[in-house]
């Protein structure tokens, strides 16, 4: 499987950026997904996972009600809609796939990842 992270960039805060990652190799849905992040000097922190139907997602408290996860598993592809973006937010974005159905906020628990993709947000 291969993850192929994309849609980073400069915003302003307040601003909205829509991430993708595009899976290939398998299809994308017959695994638990997620969005991870990380800053510099900082460990790899949650952002969002789904279960492969799409059905059912987790959210880390610091995003909840800003940012959206989804996937739409017949083009083999997950999107992070990120909205009311704030300067925190800015990190190296990675999605990550994993052996099972159901979603997990533990990067641990993800069996292949993407390259990342930086999301900056000025103040």
């Known amino acids: 499987v291969q993850l192929q992270a994309s849609g980073g960039g400069l915003v302003q805060a307040g601003g909205s950026l829509r991430l993708s990652c595009a899976v290939s190799?398998?299809?994308?849905?017959?695994?638990?997904m997620g969005w991870f992040r990380q800053a510099p000097g900082k460990e790899r922190e949650f952002v969002a996972t789904?279960?492969?139907?799409?059905?059912?997602?987790i959210y880390a408290d610091s995003v909840k009600g800003r940012f959206t996860i989804s996937r739409d598993n017949t083009k083999n592809t997950l999107y992070l809609q990120m909205n009311s973006l704030k300067p925190e937010d800015t990190a190296v974005y990675f999605c990550?796939?994993?052996?099972?159905?159901?979603?997990?906020?533990?990067?641990?628990?993800?069996?292949?990842w993407g390259q990342g993709t930086q999301v900056t947000v000025s103040s």
């Open positions: 789904i279960t492969w139907s799409g059905g059912s997602t």
């Open positions: 990550a796939a994993r052996n099972s159905a159901y979603y997990s906020p533990h990067h641990g628990q993800y069996n292949y």
């Open positions: 190799g398998r299809t994308v849905g017959r695994y638990g």
